[in-house]
């Protein structure tokens, strides 16, 4: 196979993507940004030192702004701004921890017994915030595993009857208030055509410790959000419960809305599982819910990333990337990863489940976003600010007295983005390619990736300067379904281009992962590298040398000598068979460069990071594409 070589220009590229801006419908440009970011309005954020980074400050951040940081207080600023934001605070107290810290006059209408409460949580918070015990606090509220064997309902499990009216009383006002204020910020920052501002809110069901949480968003503005108080895991714990809330609220005001799951890597086998929570076998109208509501996941996070593992994935050697081993709970430490739990096997499940009932579950594009709860959306390696406001500075990372495998600000690197492919930068335009999914998922850098699939591609589609325009006319984009053609037996061909991050690493690797089940029902995925840099040739099982590594250890530096600028590829499947569902989605890696945790190592005067690796091999992930015999 010969070697693909750098063709054309990140500014050829961006081009030919624009030629198809006279047809308003087709889309132009990629937009990049975070739909899951957190401020001192989710309770976890302030427990954990988040004080004064709200909304406000999330969006000037991402604007490009210097803001202060709500821990160490200095003076930060993201290194690339973002084209668009999703303000995402947990629904579950939210506002609460920062009206009672700051003794907010809205608790005076609550009566003498929730005032006594109140009192008894002021006593207890304050403990909790100025003694760096947040999590701990945090933990009182996590629900106690379920025992027993076989299947088990995690909502049904007593321990996990969990609301913050226990403690607090009705929270309606302080809630109401914040989100009033979330609705209201993020309308005054939404400017069309240069920043993007969606209204949006996390559910956060943790049954047993079992992440099942979803982020929810909505294109409209606060004339129609101002209608409503987000859906909170503490009025239930069913994703279908989620949806029929969201169903009832879109007919009864107006607004849209989609649910993005995230973290399925610690959901304990729930997330992507052959059942619902109940344990009942998945149906086609479930199924179809399932879609309706969630036409996206988050593939890759601060907690870790959720493509697949090298226990379900043995053939891949980069299966293990960002593997993050810890549950919710404070001390769990029993982690097992299972097919339910990665969005590798879930798609292959998902063509398992189809052939049985007729509707896929899981069809889903792939995004990803940060999770950052200091209220800056911090993807950049060099330039990252934790997890929690407290993890910002290397001598914080590690919290005092915790154990060595303890989880904390070394366990995480600075992850990731969501990437779309818009018309313009609009809500209804990037709302638009979400519910379509030509939508892909990066590791924190802009590489700019398209992928189509089609029948009949002509001679030179990858190298053309209009590669966009042929590859939609001639075919479909991510996120889309590829139907059967006429030809039996012809194989379908994929056009890839993938350009680097201007300020970022070279490319190592253009792969296009397959998955796909047999007329016996046994799933299978196979891995292709399609492109890569230098003069490197492919083994006889199709394995391709190590790119090499430039990263200075001692300086946290490294250098593009190696890797190339971007890729630009023609390929069709050799093993194609027409009578099995597929999906094709393609995987881009960068050359190693240096993780967060060698810069803070490095500056602690340590020879290499206490936990995590101190290099970092980053990717970008397309949405898959599915072939329906």
Not at 372 to 388: I, T, Y
Request: charge should be negative; avoid cysteine; hydrophobic fraction near 35%.
């Amino acid at each position: 196979m010969a070697v693909h070589k750098l063709l054309l220009s990140t500014l050829l590229f961006t081009a030919a993507s624009l030629s198809m801006a006279e047809d308003n419908s087709a889309p132009t440009q990629v937009y990049f940004g975070d739909t899951h970011l957190h401020t001192s309005y989710s309770f976890d954020a302030f427990l954990n030192n988040n004080h004064s980074a709200d909304p406000d400050t999330a969006y000037r951040w991402a604007k490009g702004q210097p803001v202060i940081h709500p821990y160490n207080r200095a003076r930060v600023q993201i290194q690339t701004p973002l084209d668009f934001l999703v303000v995402s605070d947990h629904a579950e107290m939210l506002g609460v921890m920062k009206a009672v810290r700051n003794d907010s006059a809205l608790f005076a209408d609550l009566g003498v017994w929730a005032s006594l409460k109140r009192w008894y949580a002021m006593y207890l918070m304050n403990d909790a915030i100025d003694t760096d015990t947040g999590l701990e606090f945090f933990g009182r509220f996590l629900p106690v595993p379920a025992q027993g064997e076989g299947h088990v309902d995690p909502v049904a499990d007593p321990s996990n009857n969990i609301s913050d009216v226990a403690v607090f009383g009705d929270t309606t006002p302080v809630s109401t208030a914040a989100w009033n204020d979330i609705v209201d910020t993020a309308d005054r920052h939404n400017d069309p055509g240069t920043f993007t501002s969606l209204i949006g809110w996390e559910w956060s069901s943790i049954p047993t410790g079992a992440n099942l949480h979803r982020i929810v968003i909505s294109p409209d503005g606060a004339d129609k959000s101002s209608q409503y108080l987000p859906f909170g895991s503490d009025q239930s714990q069913y994703p279908e419960d989620l949806w029929k809330w969201l169903g009832e609220t879109q007919e009864r005001t107006g607004a849209r809305f989609i649910a993005i799951p995230h973290n399925s890597n610690i959901s304990k086998g729930y997330m992507f599982d052959t059942t619902n929570l109940r344990g009942e076998e998945i149906t086609a109208e479930y199924a179809a819910r399932r879609m309706a509501w969630e036409p996206v996941v988050e593939m890759t996070q601060f907690k870790g990333d959720s493509e697949t593992h090298s226990n379900l994935s043995p053939e891949d050697e980069f299966a293990d990337f960002e593997t993050y081993g810890h549950y919710i709970q404070n001390g769990a430490t029993n982690y097992a990863a299972t097919a339910a739990d990665y969005i590798r096997p879930a798609l292959k499940r998902g063509l398992a489940i189809e052939k049985k009932v007729g509707v896929n579950p899981y069809k889903f594009g792939l995004i990803g976003s940060t999770d950052s709860h200091s209220g800056l959306s911090s993807s950049e390696e060099d330039n990252f600010w934790g997890k929690m406001a407290r993890d910002s500075t290397p001598e914080t990372k590690s919290r005092p007295g915790a154990k060595p495998e303890a989880r904390d600000g070394w366990n995480m690197s600075a992850s990731g983005i969501a990437a779309v492919w818009a018309a313009e930068n609009t809500r209804e335009a990037i709302y638009a390619a979400f519910k379509r999914k030509e939508v892909y998922a990066t590791s924190g850098p802009r590489m700019r990736v398209q992928l189509f699939a089609g029948w009949n591609f002509p001679a030179g589609a990858a190298e053309a300067d209009d590669f966009a325009a042929l590859g939609y006319s001639n075919g479909v984009p991510m996120g889309s379904d590829l139907t059967a053609t006429d030809e039996f037996g012809q194989a379908p061909s994929f056009l890839l281009r993938a350009v680097k991050d201007p300020l970022e690493a070279n490319l190592d690797r253009a792969q296009i992962v397959k998955g796909w089940i047999d007329a016996d029902g046994v799933e299978h995925e196979q891995i292709y590298n399609v492109a890569w840099s230098g003069e490197r040739q492919l083994d006889a099982d199709g394995r391709l040398p190590a790119v090499g590594n430039t990263v200075d250890l001692d300086s946290a530096r490294y250098n593009n000598s190696i890797g190339q600028a971007e890729f630009a590829v023609h390929w069709t499947d050799p093993e194609f068979d027409p009578r099995q569902s597929a999906f094709y989605y393609a995987r881009i890696l960068q050359i190693p460069t240096p993780r967060n945790g060698l810069f803070d190592a490095r500056a602690l005067g340590l020879d290499k990071p206490p936990k995590g690796p101190s290099t970092i091999q980053e990717r970008a992930y397309t949405s898959p594409i599915w072939y329906q015999p």
